[in-house]
């Protein structure tokens, strides 16, 4: 079992940056690949960023390309969203989900039914 709590959401003015983190208590951080999700009003979740188990793989959505970075530390047991250039389409609900990667050191997932576990998620509202 692992818990994971999101913290550094909020409200921002479009063109702004936020810094989401991830983190992680129970077993071995280093064990899992791990995921950033939204979920906007009236929509589905969507993939936003995924980084493998070994931190050398990030896969990102074309949406937040450039924008958007994908991190973690392994030694504090988090994982991080740096957010920058921020639009109104990024307001959403943001997760962050952990995923049992076993073996598989450099791969990264961006299917949401591929992970084990969930945070609560964090607001990030974009004003214009």
């Known amino acids: 079992q692992v818990q994971l709590v999101e913290s550094g959401g909020g409200l921002v003015q479009a063109g702004g940056s936020l810094r989401l983190s991830c983190a992680a208590s129970?077993?071995?951080?280093?064990?899992?690949?791990m995921g950033w999700f939204r979920q906007a009003p009236g929509k589905e979740r969507e993939f936003v960023s995924s980084i493998s188990r070994s931190g050398l793989t990030i896969e990102d959505v074309d949406s937040v390309k450039g924008r958007f970075t994908i991190s973690r530390d392994n030694a504090k047991n988090t994982a991080y969203l740096q957010m920058n250039s921020l639009k109104p389409e990024d307001t959403a609900v943001y997760y962050c989900?952990?995923?049992?990667?076993?073996?598989?050191?450099?791969?990264?997932?961006?299917?949401?039914?591929?992970?084990?576990?969930w945070g609560q998620g964090t607001q990030v509202t974009v004003s214009s």
């Open positions: 129970g077993r071995t951080f280093s064990s899992y690949a």
């Open positions: 989900a952990a995923r049992e990667a076993g073996s598989f050191w450099s791969t990264t997932y961006s299917a949401p039914g591929l992970y084990d576990y």
